[in-house]
């Protein structure tokens, strides 16, 4: 079973940067196809970014394209979540979740059928 930690968030003002990392224990990475979402309060999860096994192929929110990069290094098991240019309505707590069917490059946008997730991390974004 493969166990999720995301690392990297905090407080950054608007137009600033974040890094987020998923780093990924026990079973092979490459193996997963993984997704970012992210919760805000008294709002629904969101899918904000989602890659295939290999990176090759990835997804982005219509929110967030241009802004947001997802990448992967499955070599050291990790799934990076690059945000740019960030805005206060990006502020919420931020997941990663891996997927252990094969997923598509068009199944990259269903936000379902992701069985492993991480404890999330805050993200806030002042004005």
């Known amino acids: 079973q493969v166990q999720l930690v995301e690392s990297g968030g905090g407080l950054v003002q608007a137009g600033g940067s974040l890094r987020l990392s998923c780093a990924a224990s026990?079973?092979?990475?490459?193996?997963?196809?993984v997704g970012w979402f992210r919760q805000a309060p008294g709002k629904e999860r969101e899918l904000v970014a989602a890659?295939?096994?290999?990176?090759?192929?990835?997804h982005y929110a219509d929110s967030v394209k241009g802004r947001f990069t997802i990448s992967r290094d499955n070599a050291k098991n990790v799934v990076y979540l690059e945000m740019n240019s960030l805005k206060p309505e990006d502020t919420a707590v931020y997941y990663c979740?891996?997927?252990?069917?094969?997923?598509?490059?068009?199944?990259?946008?269903?936000?379902?059928?992701?069985?492993?997730w991480g404890q999330g991390t805050q993200v806030t974004v002042s004005s």
């Open positions: 890659s295939t096994r290999s990176g090759t192929n990835t």
């Open positions: 979740a891996a997927d252990g069917e094969y997923r598509s490059a068009a199944g990259l946008r269903r936000s379902i059928g992701y069985d492993l």
């Open positions: 026990g079973r092979t990475f490459s193996n997963y196809a």
